[in-house]
């Protein structure tokens, strides 16, 4: 079975300094990882993915992502953080081994919120 | 590209009313659907996926007669809440995969409020 934890509700910090919301994986094989941020009575937007390759991966609105195999670790990470991007956070993972007929396990979510 | 609609994006029903909500992929063919339910601050929970022309797969614990799945074509797929009661209140979310790309594409989701 494939399980994401994301063990903060939320994370504070302010304008210009740099973010991190934290997530953890575990699957079978091999992980297919995605991040999603969700507005206010929206639905969820694609931040970035990881596939395979380079374990830096750079995605939307200026975040990135390093995979961390030994750590099974994938966490979000923007050098700095803006107002705009206070929002709910959620960290998603597909095995690659069972397939899971492209079912995604979500995070619970990690709110984030950007001071002035 | 890759944009996913939901109608409506609210809606409000008496109890003991069935609600249908659709779901349509406009610029792309999805060859698989899936339906989530969000609870206020909680995570997704997947509801159901539900492929093109056949019957959909219900995750465990979700009661397939009350929440019928219909994808009819590669570019709509329904729920349709049967019988709603105030419990069903939600955040109904669905996505489309389009099976030779890894990611799912969400729709803006459908607040539904039974009363």
């Known amino acids: 079975a494939q399980s994401v934890a994301q063990p903060e509700d939320q994370v504070n910090v302010a304008e210009g300094n740099p973010l991190t919301v934290k997530c953890t994986y575990s699957?079978?094989?091999?992980?297919?990882l995605f991040w999603y941020v969700q507005y206010p009575n929206r639905g969820l937007q694609f931040l970035l993915k990881?596939?395979?390759?380079?374990?830096l991966v750079k995605g939307s609105y200026g975040f990135e992502a390093e995979f961390n195999k030994s750590q099974t670790s994938f966490h979000l990470k923007k050098p700095s953080a803006l107002v705009s991007d206070s929002a709910l956070y959620f960290c998603?993972?597909?095995?690659?081994?069972?397939?899971?007929?492209?079912?995604?396990?979500f995070g619970t979510g990690t709110q984030l919120k950007v001071e002035l | 590209g890759a944009v996913v609609s939901q109608h409506p994006s609210w809606v409000i029903c008496k109890s003991g009313t069935s609600v249908k909500i659709e779901c349509r992929s406009l610029d792309f063919q999805a060859t698989t659907m899936f339906w989530y339910r969000q609870f206020p601050k909680q995570s997704l929970m997947l509801m159901a996926t539900s492929n093109e022309g056949s019957k959909a797969t219900y995750e465990q614990g979700v009661e397939k007669d009350k929440f019928l799945i219909n994808h009819a074509s590669l570019t709509l797929s329904t729920l349709t809440v049967t019988s709603a009661h105030p419990e069903d209140s939600s955040f109904y979310i669905c996505s489309a995969g389009t099976g030779t790309t890894y990611e799912q594409y969400f729709g803006p989701g459908t607040r539904l409020t039974v009363t």
């Open positions: 990881y596939i395979t390759g380079d374990n």
């Open positions: 998603a993972v597909r095995d690659i081994l069972t397939g899971g007929g492209n079912k995604l396990t």
């Open positions: 699957v079978s094989g091999n992980p297919y």
